[in-house]
């Protein structure tokens, strides 16, 4: 496993992280839950391969995520870096940061997070949300009380926001959005690591999207498929502002795979360089681009809205129509999926300001 320095904290860290989003789940009455003994085994076998740097969020696993980040910490806790976040569509009143940071703590059987922050903000919404729950002096006591060591923010804004929240002061750490479809935060993310903060990746291999590759991809640069997560990972830990790039695995051949990857290096310059230009010309066709977060879900008509732009995205940046078009169908036919009543209660949901209805739209227009 390679390590890099996390910012200036003195922390080293592994160059893979392990997002606990994507746990293994079971399925009972219709509904997922965390695998409990799966996830903790798996997490556990993630540290024995070098891992040391675990990122949870409130919302994870329907809500049972930090359970078992919490047992698989058992006896390792001095090992591994965690980090926690302060979930933004759960703040609604006074004391609602506290609180919580109080529940998640007392769910992982931690007495303290290594960072802790602020899920999901930009500049307006970490004001707006301060304004009716005082989110921030709260956070800022919770880490002097030594609830957490160091404070952090994950981001979903315009890319300029960065630089404004990195100028408070108030941060060692930085998690946002990047990889070769999406590179808006590249800028912010250097401008962070100038001023310490460490850089930690979410989305490298876009949700599990980039782990096709586009037929222009295999044929100008001489690959296929089974090298796509690789390409993707090599690609974010070449950018030399990047500490961590956090992988959602649900699978031992997930952890192997990606601690590989990693092992091998970052693209070289050649790799990097080819690899910009192919991709200058398909940024015009990523116009539709959505990252897969899912706070437009859910949506109260059960219109499946990101994968159904994944599917999008599919066929109009990586040309794979064919099998968009068989998974979109295949979407339609579930028992539980809706159509869009157009209410608009997705659109400011969206952080990157997608037009979700027309997008829609469109998409069942060429896939459907």
């Not at 707006?128 to 160091?150: N, P, V, Y």
């Not at 404070?151 to 108030?170: A, N, Q, T, Y």
């Not at 360089?273 to 949506?299: F, S």
């Amino acid at each position: 496993m390679q390590y890099n320095d996390l910012g200036t904290t003195g922390l080293s860290v592994s160059a893979l992280g392990f997002g606990s989003m994507r746990l293994p789940m079971t399925n009972i009455g219709d509904m997922n839950f965390v695998d409990l003994d799966q996830a903790v085994e798996l997490m556990q076998y993630a540290f024995d391969s070098g891992i040391n740097y675990v990122d949870c969020g409130f919302q994870y696993g329907n809500m049972q995520a930090e359970i078992a980040v919490g047992r698989a910490l058992r006896g390792r806790r001095d090992q591994v870096i965690l980090t926690g976040k302060a979930t933004k569509t759960r703040m609604a009143n006074q004391g609602d940061m506290r609180r919580m940071i109080e529940h998640q703590l007392q769910r992982l059987q931690v007495d303290h997070f290594d960072f802790y922050g602020f899920h999901g903000v930009g500049w307006d919404t970490l004001y707006s949300i301060d304004e009716k729950t005082g989110w921030i002096d709260q956070m800022h006591r919770a880490r002097d009380e030594g609830l957490f060591k160091r404070m952090c923010f994950s981001f979903h804004d315009e890319p300029s926001s960065i630089r404004k929240l990195v100028d408070l002061g108030w941060f060692d750490m930085i998690t946002c959005q990047y990889n070769y479809l999406d590179r808006r935060n590249q800028e912010g993310m250097a401008y962070a690591a100038e001023k310490g903060l460490g850089v930690c990746v979410m989305g490298p291999v876009g949700g599990g999207r980039l782990s096709m590759l586009p037929p222009p991809v295999q044929e100008r640069l001489g690959m296929d498929d089974a090298e796509a997560v690789s390409l993707a990972l090599r690609f974010v830990l070449a950018n030399p502002s990047v500490s961590c790039a956090l992988s959602g695995m649900s699978s031992r051949d997930m952890v192997d795979h990606n601690a590989a990857v990693v092992d091998r290096g970052p693209l070289d310059d050649k790799e990097y360089q080819d690899l910009e230009r192919l991709l200058a010309e398909l940024d015009q066709l990523a116009d539709l681009y959505c990252t897969g977060c899912e706070y437009c879900m859910p949506c109260p008509h059960h219109v499946s809205i990101s994968r159904r732009f994944q599917l999008m995205n599919q066929h109009r940046v990586w040309g794979c129509t064919r099998q968009a078009r068989e998974a979109y169908q295949r979407l339609l036919a579930r028992d539980a999926e809706g159509e869009c009543q157009e209410c608009g209660e997705c659109l400011p949901k969206c952080p990157q300001n997608i037009d979700i209805i027309e997008q829609l739209k469109e998409t069942h227009a060429v896939l459907g």
